[in-house]
């Protein structure tokens, strides 16, 4: 267990809906990174939040979002969702943000979302 | 921009067969590099790191060397187990580079160990 947890585990939902994903955070850590697992396109970088601010950005489509709230929970909210956005979406956390010569990341379970 | 490349599997090799996964890297700073580990239903999982050139990572009986005059971080094992069955991940994080600490990913190979 490395201390991140996301819910749903779960989600299926419509083209066109919008869902949400939720991330908790390790306790004592500050950052948070989503991820984006597919079959074409593996495993790839999102967005980062640093104590509840926007650190960096990936490859995320303009349909989907992030914050960071003041207990350092974050949402990942996707939007006008398509069937190529079916993916699992992972969380990570780390102390962090980045600036250091280290950053090991705590990964969540992750959320399965299957778009129909 | 930073990539990484890992062989393509899957890799299927007989209990107690030695493991070759190779991976390598661009990089524009000063990368660490990781191995994680996603065993079937699960998230990832460190495996090993090393933050400089000439480290050498290591846990489980896994070993990486980071070398940085052939851009590699080779993951190895000398005597693989059916438990080692799993898809593992080569990445890095280029802390000067401008992923401003993100991880950068392989695609993944996946290694079944028959008994």
């Known amino acids: 267990d490395s201390g991140v947890t996301q819910t749903p585990k779960h989600l299926i939902t419509a083209t066109g809906q919008r869902v949400t994903l939720r991330c908790s955070p390790r306790?004592?850590?500050?950052?948070v990174y989503w991820y984006q697992q597919s079959l074409d396109q593996g495993l790839q970088f999102l967005i980062q939040?640093?104590?509840?601010?926007?650190?960096a950005k990936g490859n995320i489509l303009e349909r989907f979002s992030a914050q960071q709230f003041p207990d350092l929970h974050s949402e990942l909210n996707l939007s006008s969702l398509e069937l190529g956005d079916s993916a699992l979406y992972f969380c990570?956390?780390?102390?962090?943000?980045?600036?250091?010569?280290?950053?090991?990341?705590?990964f969540g379970p992750g959320t399965r979302l299957t778009v129909l | 921009g930073d990539s990484v490349t890992q062989m393509e599997g899957p890799v299927t090799l007989s209990e107690e067969a030695f493991l070759t996964i190779n991976c390598t890297y661009t990089?524009?700073?000063?990368?660490?590099l990781f191995w994680y580990v996603q065993y079937p239903g699960e998230g990832l999982q460190l495996l090993l790191k090393?933050?400089?050139?000439?480290d050498k990572g290591s846990n489980k009986g896994f070993e990486a060397t980071y070398r940085k005059e052939t851009t590699s971080f080779h993951l190895e094992k000398g005597s693989v187990q059916v438990s080692d069955s799993a898809v593992y991940f080569c990445?890095?994080?280029?802390?000067?580079?401008?992923?401003?600490?993100?991880?950068?990913f392989g695609k993944g190979t996946k290694l079944s160990v028959k008994p």
């Open positions: 990570a956390s780390s102390v962090e943000g980045g600036y250091s010569s280290y950053n090991e990341q705590f």
């Open positions: 306790s004592g850590d500050l950052s």
């Open positions: 939040y640093y104590n509840g601010e926007e650190r």
């Open positions: 990089a524009t700073g000063y990368p660490s």
């Open positions: 090393a933050t400089k050139a000439d």
């Open positions: 990445a890095l994080s280029d802390h000067y580079g401008g992923s401003q600490g993100n991880l950068i």
